[in-house]
């Protein structure tokens, strides 16, 4: 069992910061890829930005120079900076991380883990 918890949602104005962090623990041998989505009212849910065990990234478009994301490898926690937010970056914001845990008698095995979602609002 893999667990990954969120937290630094809340209400912000418009062209403020948050910054969301992302904790997994549980029997986890490796994390390969790592990613923050969101969903707003009414829309699917979207892949904000990822990134991989090698430190490579990705971002929306319509996130790019405003966020920034990145993982502390030894402590499994993955971060999204979010500057210059706008209304419109309103949603709940999920972290998702792909990798290898251990199982009691299953040995190693992969996951594909979600954490509980972090409200974001962006409202003057």
């Known amino acids: 069992q893999v667990q990954l918890v969120e937290s630094g949602g809340g209400l912000v104005q418009p062209g403020g910061s948050l910054r969301l962090s992302c904790a997994a623990s549980g029997s986890i041998f490796t994390i390969y890829d790592m990613g923050w989505y969101r969903q707003a009212p009414g829309k699917q849910r979207e892949l904000v930005a990822g990134?991989?065990?090698?430190?490579?990234?990705n971002y929306a478009d319509s996130v790019k120079g405003r966020f920034t994301i990145s993982r502390d490898n030894a402590q499994k926690t993955m971060y999204l900076q979010m500057n210059s937010l706008k209304p419109e970056d309103t949603a709940v914001y999920y972290c998702?991380?792909?990798?290898?845990?251990?199982?009691?008698?299953?040995?190693?095995?992969?996951?594909?883990?979600w954490g509980q979602g972090a409200q974001v609002t962006v409202s003057s």
């Open positions: 990134t991989d065990s090698g430190g490579s990234t």
């Open positions: 998702n991380a792909e990798g290898r845990g251990y199982v009691e008698g299953r040995g190693y095995v992969r996951f594909d883990s």
